[in-house]
């Protein structure tokens, strides 16, 4: 089974600036799918950005941009520029896919929190 | 992306009390999904709902519990049975998409179990 770990349960980040959380995972399989979804005081889970397993290249979302380590089974998630309106936490998923049923398996999640 | 909403955002109910949640998605998908977050916690999926086929339920998970109907490719209903307090969560149904395998939720619906 897949199992899904981050390590900082809350960061903070003044607004402007930069901020990285962190995922790591642990897989056997080769083919897969992660992705970051945010989930602000509303509720409404919003998905950030995607990465395939396949993909060398490093996803890329306006201010949101991930750090895929295939081998270390990194998955990180850098956002710049940091806006009030990011505050919410955020969960580090993965995804096996499958014909019938590609199910996420999520992370602890992260409280991130921006200020002024 | 897929436009889901649900019924109803929140309520609160009574142990021993049933609960039956709606999940409407604008679009037709073949697989819907039933996750749970409970208070502080991450999400767990509950079951994955095929149009046409009996729910597939994580470990777990019941069907006894959690009777999910599946009655067309847009729709499905999740009920919480014989609640108790740890029931106490907030319920998300999602859907996939079947190229890009993003999934995207509901609002949720808010349970307060007393």
């Known amino acids: 089974a897949q199992t899904v770990t981050q390590s900082q349960p809350e960061m903070s980040v003044q607004e402007a600036e930069t901020v990285t959380l962190s995922c790591t995972y642990d897989?056997?399989?080769?083919?897969?799918?992660l992705f970051w979804y945010k989930q602000p005081p509303s509720r409404q889970m919003i998905l950030v950005i995607r990465?395939?397993?396949?993909?060398?290249q490093n996803a890329t979302e306006n201010r949101f941009s991930v750090n895929f380590q295939k081998a270390a089974k990194s998955f990180s998630l850098k956002i710049s520029d940091s806006q009030l309106g990011d505050t919410a936490m955020y969960f580090c998923?993965?995804?096996?896919?499958?014909?019938?049923?590609?199910?996420?398996?999520f992370g602890t999640g992260t409280r991130l929190q921006v200020t002024l | 992306s897929a436009v889901i909403s649900q019924k109803p955002s929140r309520d609160i109910c009574q142990r021993g009390t049933s609960l039956t949640i709606q999940c409407q998605v604008d679009?037709?998908?073949?697989?819907m999904f039933w996750y749970r977050q409970q208070p502080g916690q991450s999400l767990t999926l509950i079951a994955t709902?095929?149009?046409?086929?009996?729910?597939?339920?994580e470990s777990g998970f019941v069907i006894d519990k959690f009777p999910i109907s599946r009655p067309n490719l847009t729709f499905s209903t999740l009920t919480v049975s014989n609640m108790s307090p740890e029931d106490s969560s907030i319920y998300l149904c999602?859907?996939?998409?079947?190229?890009?395998?993003?999934?995207?939720f509901g609002p949720g619906t808010r349970l307060t179990v007393t």
């Open positions: 998923a993965f995804m096996k896919p499958t014909g019938t049923a590609s199910k996420l398996t």
């Open positions: 999602s859907v996939s998409d079947r190229l890009s395998y993003e999934q995207y």
């Open positions: 679009s037709q998908v073949t697989m």
């Open positions: 897989t056997s399989e080769n083919n897969y799918y």
């Open positions: 709902a095929n149009q046409g086929s009996e729910a597939t339920y």
């Open positions: 990465q395939e397993a396949y993909k060398q």
